[in-house]
């Protein structure tokens, strides 16, 4: 079995994605674990799907791929199917975060289920403009309020899973876009499942649009009124065959 896959989704990344393979491959083939780099195309309409193409005869790199645009939270679920792996680690497709201590977090596994990148870490270096770090501070404290959990980082692009953690979570999973994270760790805190939170270096921009701000908010009440007013996800553990049909279909 592969010890570790790295679930990359990218979307019209066509200037930056050959890169961030050749960095993956270089430092997986310098680490003491054997890998694969599953890549999911979220139906990019740039020149992304034909630069990926060029790996596809690469032995430890999946391409999967679709037409239309859904979003993040799609693909890496939609990408967790193929994973064959002891561990899964979540990389955001432009490489903003580093993945230099990908060995670290497969290691706080040992004694965890999942490892989150966290801002917050007092170890953690982070360049970002302050609209950021106020767009961080007010979600992190509605997430919080809103659902009970107490990470200091749900949006970090960057997190490890023992495989057999992520999968137990994948079918419980209904967000589509950036609220998938948050999902995600409301699903493992009602699984019991132990979450550890690591240092971060990362640079970021300033760019994250009205649109997407919304969404998440949206998002958010959404997974709030499952978790709270409905109790579907305790329902769904009980009965798997119980299904959700969103208020909003997006």
Do not use: C
């Not at 609220?179 to 132990?194: G, Q, R, S, T, Y």
């Amino acid at each position: 079995m592969t010890e570790i896959s790295l679930l990359i989704p990218i979307f019209n990344v066509e200037k930056t994605i050959t890169n961030v393979i050749n960095r993956l491959i270089n430092l997986m083939n310098n680490i003491p674990y054997s890998y694969e780099i599953i890549l999911i195309n979220d139906g990019s309409t740039d020149s992304t799907l034909n630069k990926i193409n060029k790996y596809v005869n690469t032995s430890n790199i999946k391409i999967i791929s679709y037409k239309n645009n859904i979003g993040k939270g799609h693909a890496l679920k939609h990408g967790i199917k193929f994973v064959n792996s002891k561990y899964t680690v979540f990389l955001d497709g432009d490489l903003e975060i580093s993945a230099s201590n990908i060995t670290d977090y497969v290691k706080s596994l040992q004694n965890s289920d999942i490892a989150i990148a966290s801002k917050q870490h007092p170890s953690s270096l982070v360049n970002r403009p302050i609209a950021r770090k106020i767009f961080s501070l007010a979600f992190r404290t509605l997430v919080n309020s809103l659902t009970g959990l107490t990470a200091s980082d749900t949006q970090s692009g960057f997190k490890a899973f023992k495989s057999s953690a992520i999968k137990k979570i994948a079918p419980l999973l209904s967000v589509k876009k950036y609220a998938f994270d948050v999902e995600l760790l409301v699903i493992a805190k009602i699984l019991n499942m132990k979450i550890v939170e690591l240092p971060v270096y990362l640079t970021m921009d300033a760019k994250f649009g009205v649109n997407n701000i919304f969404r998440m908010f949206i998002d958010l009440l959404g997974i709030t009124y499952r978790l709270r007013i409905i109790r579907w996800y305790h329902k769904s553990l009980n009965n798997p065959n119980v299904k959700y049909k969103p208020i909003i279909n997006w």
